[in-house]
RNA sequence: GCCCGAGUGGCGGAAUUGGUAGACGCAGCGGACUUAAAAUCCGUUGACCGCAAGGUCGUGGGGGUUCAAGUCCCCCCUCGGGCACCA
């Protein structure tokens, strides 16, 4: 045979059947098919200016290793690409060198395109999709005001990061450390004005809608434990003096005559009220303080609780006693009513809080058994009633409903249910995102609205959105869908407003438009009102979409994904549903994944979508880290490019390794003598499949051979299906391994072994599949089936324990009976010298596999 | 502080219903082929004792259940992740 002939010249196999593909068109996911679908899905890249690094590859080969198995089973299978591509780091860029921010997201999408390509995923490219493309993002801002007719969007000041150096606002993860990520200036809280998303409002669907899930466990309780659920009580404190009640929400109605004290926000509304005279330059001075600490500086003074006493008192409805109100702010205006009663007895806060003001702690729980080690106070565990009259002696559990139908009854309170989950702050103050596509208009205008006949009318919600702007009321009015896209304007700088708003807010002829109430309409004010009595004169919003809208609803539009009249058509979505797979970082377990979830439900709700949820089995790649075992980063400089490991050794070694690494689960680190394993591994098969002199024609007739492949087949099939791929390369290792050192082997062997190889190493399989006779693709080929019964063998090997330890072993026949078993262990000749002097107590025998022969003496 | 997850050779990792610990790969060592190298192949490689046959120990540490424990139970240590005044 010819030396050249065996050489592995990966490059020109991998550009030669990636144009195979893309000519053929191999991947291309049918509409309407009849055969059964899968559809795979990669959390769906930010295109960033750095390009691909190792990582990001990861998630996409397993599903692409899915992908194309589901293939070969005979799905008809949808693995799609597309680009989360509005957000911050293009902007910056535009401010920094004026660069449009549209062209720089083509460049890195193009960038990225080609990198992943370069891969040789079965992607089917025609539904890539791009959520910065305004055919796109039309259906994102057509979801928002389908929210904002439901009711489910409002206007609202609410505290949001500003750094006054970068003259912006900056989100929660673009903060670090109290500092801006870029630049690291310091940032404040300040109150702007922002759209909202009432996620709220659904928190017990996104709740109960997570049982049902195949996530990760983990991944599921971190949602949990956002929403954060409770149950309680909201019970009415009578304030001394006063016709107001005190509402407080509390989960322990069962330690109600333990309030020594009671805690209203800072920022609670009755504190006016509440504060006497002697006290007001003291609470004032306390409030302001706490005002301007930022919620970090709160939570990391957690441990220092301070508070200043109003001078009124509460009345407990339960025992009549006096209580003292206090302004703290170890409580919240924004959970619960902003209100507590404080029970330093059996909470640990108030605890510490009461012993810090010298104020009295009541214990009104006892363990029933009298442990006083374990009740030390604070206690928070089960046991009896104490100190609470009527109920005392009761179990504390148990009296938490009694006490609540008894308050209900003296209508001092209520059962009640809180919940930790915030409304979504769903604004940002920047040109890079989708444009909200309300305007603002008088309230004179506004009442006109709504009498005016047209599709507006309709779409408004049923309380209106209103916002305060220069002193006066205005009001919110949607565009109507034949109006989407609301494109962004072009600019002339990106320079942010420097009053916090967005820079679309100083572009005149883009924000200030004649609006006809009747069809939705706007014209630019630049022109002249326009002929018709409907027309006013209205405000754009100027804040638009954070980066999480595109990607709460992309996994529906890969199923129709140039549809002009469709979110996605209906029996598209009926067809196709919801990802069989959906795989991405572990980072998105809360926020992506919640957001999504709850438009997916509304989208369900409305009756827009078949099914309720959008996920139905998720996973969670691990992290891949630099060679010296610390994250990849660039300033570390450990950064591995995939572009250099193909130029290397091909996209075939870098698929198999990075599944090679390890469970796909964890964390591993990168290394550069590993991939030459998987390699030469590669090669391995490269050269055998080219043997033609070990090549037989016909079935295999080796028997060890043929036991090997099938085991193989398989371990491999199980392995797929259980996303334990390191384990199914190994499997393919110790075959080619046998393969090399038999002398001959059918081709069909070797046919099965590269259809095995083909969801791993595609190239490579396509490649030789070719060349031993098989027609391309091999991905079109069935999925070869393991014939178990030649796993079987005729004979088995037992092995000899004495007390648990290995003595011997010995072949049986396959049907070999316990006797025999036993007999031939106990005349082992190495057994026999443990027996020796002892004495035999039990005998063991798992058929099969092994006898314990339990000795003492 | 609270809630999870994980600790197995020099390294990445196998052993997914309690049943031969260390598959597969990397690195190392010895060898074959070669003028030489590369490539490839063969052997070897948990620790300790022993010339060997063989033995003893061994899955973060300590205890326990069992004929049998990496796997189950209790306590502890280390690392990783999440939450963090949510009443």
């Given at each position: 045979m010819?030396e050249?002939?065996?050489?592995?010249?990966?490059?020109?196999i991998?550009?030669?059947w990636?144009?195979?593909?893309?000519?053929?068109?191999?991947f291309?996911?049918?509409?309407?098919?009849?055969?059964t679908?899968y559809?795979?899905?990669?959390?769906?890249?930010?295109p960033?200016?750095?390009?691909l690094h190792?990582?990001?590859?990861?998630?996409?080969?397993?599903?692409?290793?899915?992908?194309?198995y589901?293939?070969?089973c005979?799905?008809?299978v949808?693995?799609?690409?597309?680009?989360?591509?509005f957000?911050?780091?293009?902007?910056?860029?535009a401010?920094?060198t004026?660069?449009?921010?549209?062209?720089?997201?083509?460049?890195?999408?193009d960038?990225?395109r080609?990198?992943i390509?370069?891969?040789?995923f079965?992607i089917d490219?025609d539904?890539?999709?791009?959520t910065?493309d305004p055919?796109?993002y039309?259906?994102?801002?057509?979801?928002?005001?389908?929210?904002f007719?439901?009711?489910?969007?409002?206007v609202d000041e609410k505290?949001v990061?500003?750094?006054p150096?970068?003259?912006?606002?900056?989100?929660?993860?673009?903060?670090?450390n109290?500092?801006?990520?870029?630049g690291?200036?310091?940032v404040?809280?300040?109150?702007?004005?922002?759209v909202?998303l009432?996620?709220?409002?659904?928190?017990?669907k996104?709740?109960?809608?997570?049982?049902d899930?195949?996530?990760?466990?983990?991944?599921?309780?971190?949602?949990?434990?956002?929403?954060?659920?409770?149950e309680g009580?909201?019970?009415?404190?009578?304030?001394?003096?006063?016709?107001?009640?005190?509402?407080v929400?509390t989960?322990?109605?069962?330690?109600?005559f333990?309030?020594?004290?009671?805690?209203?926000a800072?920022e609670?509304?009755?504190?006016?009220?509440?504060?006497?005279d002697?006290?007001?330059?003291?609470?004032?001075?306390?409030?302001e303080?706490a005002a301007?600490?930022s919620?970090?500086?709160?939570t990391?003074?957690?441990?220092?609780k301070?508070?200043?006493?109003t001078?009124?008192?509460?009345?407990?409805p339960?025992n009549?006693?006096?209580?003292?109100?206090?302004v703290?702010?170890?409580?919240?205006i924004?959970y619960?009513t902003g209100?507590i009663m404080?029970?330093?007895?059996?909470d640990?806060?108030d605890?510490?809080f009461?012993?810090?003001?010298d104020i009295?702690?009541?214990?009104?729980?006892?363990?029933?058994?009298?442990d006083?080690e374990?009740?030390?106070?604070?206690?928070?565990?089960?046991?009896?009633?104490?100190?609470?009259?009527?109920?005392d002696?009761m179990?504390a559990?148990?009296?938490?409903?009694?006490?609540i139908?008894d308050l209900?009854a003296?209508n001092?309170?209520k059962?009640?249910?809180?919940?930790?989950?915030r409304?979504w702050?769903f604004?940002?103050?920047?040109y890079?995102g989708?444009?909200?596509?309300?305007v603002?208009v008088?309230?004179e205008?506004?009442?006109k609205?709504?009498h005016?006949d047209?599709?507006?009318?309709?779409?408004?919600?049923?309380?209106?959105?209103?916002?305060q702007?220069?002193?006066?009321t205005?009001?919110a009015?949607?565009?109507p869908a034949?109006e989407?896209?609301?494109?962004?304007?072009?600019?002339?700088n990106y320079?942010?407003?420097?009053t916090?708003?967005?820079?679309l807010?100083?572009?005149?002829e883009?924000?200030?438009?004649?609006?006809?109430?009747s069809?939705?309409?706007?014209v630019?004010?630049?022109?002249?009102?326009?002929?018709?009595?409907n027309?006013?004169?209205?405000?754009?919003?100027?804040n638009?979409m954070?980066?999480?809208?595109?990607?709460?609803?992309?996994?529906?539009?890969y199923?129709?994904p140039?549809n002009?009249?469709?979110?996605?058509?209906?029996?598209k979505?009926?067809?196709?549903?919801g990802p069989d797979?959906?795989i991405g970082?572990a980072?998105h377990?809360?926020?992506h994944l919640?957001?999504?979830?709850f438009?997916?439900?509304?989208?369900?709700d409305?009756g827009v979508?078949?099914?309720?949820?959008?996920?139905?089995?998720?996973?969670h790649q691990?992290?891949?880290l630099?060679e010296?075992?610390?994250?990849?980063s660039?300033?570390?400089?450990?950064v591995?490019s995939?572009?250099?490991?193909?130029e290397?050794?091909?996209?075939?070694?870098?698929?198999?390794?990075?599944?090679?690494?390890?469970?796909?689960?964890?964390?591993?680190?990168?290394?550069?003598?590993?991939?030459e394993g998987?390699?030469?591994?590669?090669?391995?098969?490269?050269?055998e499949?080219?043997?033609?002199?070990k090549?037989?024609?016909?079935e295999?007739?080796?028997?060890?051979?043929?036991?090997?492949l099938?085991?193989t087949?398989?371990?491999?099939?199980?392995?797929?299906?259980?996303l334990?791929?390191?384990?199914?390369i190994?499997?393919m290792?110790?075959?080619?391994n046998?393969?090399?050192?038999?002398?001959?082997y059918?081709?069909?062997?070797a046919?099965a072994?590269?259809?095995?190889?083909?969801p791993?190493?595609?190239h490579?399989?396509?490649?030789?599949?070719?060349?031993?006779g098989?027609?391309?693709?091999?991905?079109?080929h069935?999925?070869?089936?393991?014939?178990?019964e030649l796993?079987v063998?005729?004979?088995?090997?037992?092995?000899?324990?004495?007390?648990?330890?290995?003595?011997g072993?010995a072949?049986?026949?396959?049907?070999?009976?316990?006797?025999?078993v036993?007999?031939a262990a106990?005349?082992d000749e190495k057994?026999q010298s443990?027996l020796?002097g002892?004495e035999?107590?039990?005998?063991?025998?798992?058929?099969g596999?092994l006898?314990?022969?339990?000795?003492?003496?």
């Amino acid at each position: 045979m010819a030396e050249d002939e065996q050489e592995y010249d990966f490059s020109s196999i991998e550009r030669r059947w990636q144009e195979f593909w893309e000519r053929e068109k191999t991947f291309r996911a049918e509409d309407g098919s009849d055969k059964t679908k899968y559809y795979a899905l990669d959390m769906f890249p930010y295109p960033s200016g750095a390009g691909l690094h190792i990582g990001h590859p990861e998630g996409y080969v397993a599903s692409d290793i899915l992908a194309r198995y589901r293939k070969a089973c005979g799905f008809n299978v949808l693995h799609p690409m597309g680009w989360d591509a509005f957000g911050l780091p293009a902007e910056q860029y535009a401010i920094k060198t004026g660069t449009h921010p549209s062209e720089t997201t083509q460049a890195n999408v193009d960038n990225f395109r080609r990198q992943i390509k370069s891969i040789g995923f079965a992607i089917d490219w025609d539904r890539e999709i791009n959520t910065t493309d305004p055919g796109y993002y039309k259906w994102t801002q057509w979801i928002f005001l389908k929210l904002f007719q439901r009711g489910l969007a409002y206007v609202d000041e609410k505290p949001v990061w500003w750094c006054p150096e970068l003259k912006a606002v900056l989100a929660n993860e673009e903060v670090v450390n109290g500092k801006s990520e870029v630049g690291s200036h310091p940032v404040e809280r300040r109150n702007l004005r922002q759209v909202v998303l009432r996620i709220t409002a659904y928190a017990e669907k996104l709740l109960a809608g997570l049982d049902d899930l195949d996530w990760p466990d983990s991944t599921k309780r971190q949602q949990k434990a956002w929403i954060g659920r409770s149950e309680g009580a909201e019970v009415q404190f009578g304030i001394e003096g006063s016709d107001e009640k005190l509402e407080v929400y509390t989960t322990r109605p069962d330690t109600l005559f333990g309030a020594t004290y009671m805690v209203v926000a800072p920022e609670h509304p009755l504190l006016d009220k509440l504060v006497i005279d002697e006290k007001k330059e003291e609470a004032k001075a306390y409030v302001e303080a706490a005002a301007k600490k930022s919620d970090l500086d709160r939570t990391d003074l957690a441990k220092d609780k301070s508070g200043v006493f109003t001078g009124s008192y509460c009345i407990n409805p339960a025992n009549g006693d006096k209580t003292p109100i206090w302004v703290a702010d170890y409580v919240l205006i924004s959970y619960g009513t902003g209100a507590i009663m404080a029970v330093p007895a059996h909470d640990e806060r108030d605890f510490e809080f009461a012993e810090k003001f010298d104020i009295p702690i009541n214990r009104v729980i006892s363990r029933a058994d009298g442990d006083e080690e374990k009740s030390k106070l604070p206690y928070s565990g089960p046991g009896v009633m104490v100190n609470s009259g009527e109920y005392d002696g009761m179990d504390a559990d148990a009296c938490k409903a009694k006490i609540i139908s008894d308050l209900e009854a003296k209508n001092a309170g209520k059962g009640a249910v809180n919940y930790k989950l915030r409304d979504w702050i769903f604004s940002r103050q920047r040109y890079w995102g989708e444009p909200i596509p309300l305007v603002w208009v008088s309230l004179e205008d506004f009442e006109k609205a709504t009498h005016t006949d047209g599709i507006i009318k309709d779409l408004l919600p049923e309380r209106a959105v209103t916002t305060q702007k220069d002193g006066k009321t205005l009001y919110a009015l949607p565009l109507p869908a034949s109006e989407l896209p609301l494109k962004l304007p072009e600019v002339e700088n990106y320079q942010p407003s420097g009053t916090g708003e967005s820079p679309l807010a100083t572009i005149p002829e883009w924000l200030e438009v004649w609006f006809d109430l009747s069809t939705g309409k706007t014209v630019s004010r630049a022109e002249d009102r326009p002929d018709g009595g409907n027309w006013v004169s209205a405000t754009r919003e100027t804040n638009t979409m954070p980066q999480w809208a595109g990607s709460c609803w992309y996994h529906l539009r890969y199923l129709d994904p140039s549809n002009p009249d469709h979110l996605v058509a209906p029996e598209k979505e009926a067809y196709w549903g919801g990802p069989d797979f959906y795989i991405g970082g572990a980072e998105h377990a809360v926020l992506h994944l919640l957001y999504a979830r709850f438009w997916h439900r509304f989208l369900h709700d409305e009756g827009v979508l078949a099914h309720p949820e959008p996920y139905g089995k998720l996973f969670h790649q691990g992290l891949i880290l630099g060679e010296d075992g610390n994250k990849m980063s660039k300033s570390v400089g450990n950064v591995v490019s995939p572009d250099i490991v193909i130029e290397a050794y091909g996209a075939d070694s870098l698929r198999l390794f990075e599944m090679f690494l390890g469970p796909l689960e964890a964390v591993k680190p990168w290394s550069e003598k590993g991939i030459e394993g998987v390699h030469r591994f590669l090669r391995k098969v490269n050269r055998e499949c080219l043997r033609k002199d070990k090549h037989l024609s016909g079935e295999e007739t080796d028997k060890e051979t043929l036991r090997l492949l099938h085991e193989t087949i398989l371990k491999v099939t199980e392995a797929i299906e259980d996303l334990r791929f390191n384990v199914a390369i190994s499997q393919m290792m110790i075959l080619a391994n046998h393969m090399q050192k038999v002398e001959n082997y059918s081709v069909e062997s070797a046919k099965a072994l590269l259809q095995l190889l083909a969801p791993f190493a595609p190239h490579l399989a396509e490649e030789l599949w070719e060349k031993l006779g098989g027609s391309p693709s091999i991905a079109n080929h069935p999925w070869p089936k393991a014939r178990e019964e030649l796993l079987v063998a005729d004979e088995i090997t037992i092995v000899f324990q004495v007390n648990g330890k290995l003595r011997g072993q010995a072949q049986f026949p396959k049907d070999v009976d316990k006797e025999t078993v036993i007999t031939a262990a106990k005349g082992d000749e190495k057994v026999q010298s443990f027996l020796e002097g002892k004495e035999i107590v039990k005998e063991i025998y798992v058929p099969g596999k092994l006898v314990n022969l339990a000795v003492k003496g």
